[in-house]
């Protein structure tokens, strides 16, 4: 059984793909700082014990902790290989993630996002762990570029997030280019994960007010807040409101397990940069009259200004990562505004 470190496994991503990962027999060792997360998901986790093994408590081990405390992650390794669970293999989901706030605290999020991933890689290279697959997103692209992205699309990020996550991004194919016979690297870029487990048990927890679109509708929806703003009701698409593309939180969790398969089968190239997307565009009115006609209730909606370096159009082309992985998303939008309803309702605060 193959150990994989999750940095940020309590957090919306992390404790999906720790789901995932659970159904392939992987032992787990999570970390997190719980800025932006609950250390409830993971309890929840262990007690629900989704998958019924008996052995659940010995597969997922979590520890707090900071990626930027470089004697942290020294221990964590430590003990890992102590126990003779070294690590194989670590999926990178710790970070700071609000576009608004990343303008707002630029030198936070430059220092937790890439120095704290630069930490992380340092500690794997002095343990020769070199199999790494990295968070990345879809905000590395240029506005200038038309949809469908391609993995080699012109890359300008309009934000200080988005700039983050390029500067990882090149720093990782750098450190292959130059010691490419040690590493495996496999950087995803995610377009717009939305939904939640089936089972309604797990889903998006924010802790504050939400960034994103999908949490904020759903909290509307359960009238924990009184209306949902739409940015923009005249941009040149069919109803006059942005296009994204949207990927159920479960078939991007399955996409890491594809990268970790891909690094395991020999991985021909060291350093991939893969789209997880659907490549289908939908429209924020689409997304809100689709969540009504699913689940059967009504969303109070108003139009507003848009948001500054906003753009019209986004979704993936995602074939490589069809070709490559042999992954692709099965879930439909209809899954993802029925399994996102079904976690509000029965968690109306979060975990």
């Given at each position: ?12 991503i992390?404790?999906?793909t720790v ?24 309890e ?12 659940i ?10 990626i930027?405390?470089v004697n942290?992650?020294r221990s ?5 290989s102590?126990?003779g669970h070294i690590i194989?293999?670590?999926l ?7 576009i ?6 630029p030198?936070?999020y430059?220092e937790?996002?890439?120095i ?8 794997m290279?002095e ?12 905000t ?10 391609k993995?080699n ?10 700039y983050?996550?390029l500067?990882v991004e090149?720093f990782?194919?750098g450190?292959?280019?130059?010691q490419?016979?040690?590493?495996r690297?496999v ?6 994960p939305i ?7 797990f889903g ?7 960034n994103?679109?999908?949490?904020y ?8 807040r009184?209306?949902l703003y ?7 698409t ?8 949207y990927?159920?939180?479960m ?10 398969d891909?690094i ?6 060291p350093f991939l940069?893969i ?8 429209s ?5 009259k689709t ?9 109070d909606?108003e139009?507003i200004e ?7 159009i ?5 074939n490589f ?5 042999n992954?692709?998303?099965?879930r439909?939008?209809?899954d993802?505004?029925?399994?996102g309803?079904?976690?509000?309702k ?6």
């Open positions: 059984m193959d150990t994989v470190l999750v940095t940020g496994g309590a957090g919306f992390g404790i999906h789901i995932a990962l659970l159904e392939k027999k992987y032992r787990i060792l999570i970390i997190d700082s719980l800025i932006n997360s609950s250390k409830k998901s993971i929840r986790l262990i007690s629900k014990n989704l998958l019924k093994k008996e052995s408590n010995s597969q997922i081990i979590f520890i707090n902790g900071d930027r405390d942290f992650l964590v390794f430590k003990k890992a102590k126990s194989k293999y670590v990178h989901f710790a970070g700071l993630k609000s608004s706030d990343s303008i707002l605290f030198d936070e430059w937790v996002n890439v704290g991933t630069k930490r992380l890689l340092k500690v290279k343990n020769n762990c070199h199999n790494f697959v990295f968070s990345s997103s879809a590395v692209y240029s506005l200038d570029e038309k949809s469908p992205l993995e699309s012109s890359l300008s990020p309009n934000n200080q997030y988005g983050t996550k500067a090149k990782l194919e450190l292959v280019h130059d490419e016979r040690f590493w690297i950087c995803l870029r995610y377009f717009n939904g939640a487990h089936p089972s309604g048990d998006e927890s924010p802790l504050n007010t939400p994103n679109l999908f949490p509708l759903c909290q509307v929806a359960s009238k924990k009184k209306k739409i940015f923009g009701q005249n941009w040149p069919s109803d006059g409101t942005c296009i994204r593309d990927i159920h939180i078939d991007l969790a399955e996409g890491h397990i594809a990268a970790i891909y395991k089968s020999g991985a021909k190239e940069i789209n997880l997307g659907t490549g289908l565009g939908t924020v009115l689409e997304l809100v969540f009504e006609n699913v689940n059967n209730l009504r969303i909606y139009f848009r948001r500054e370096k906003d753009k019209a986004v979704y993936a082309d995602p990562a069809k070709r490559i992985l992954w692709e998303a099965k439909n939008i209809f993802m505004c029925k399994d309803w079904n976690w509000q029965k968690n109306p605060d979060g975990y």
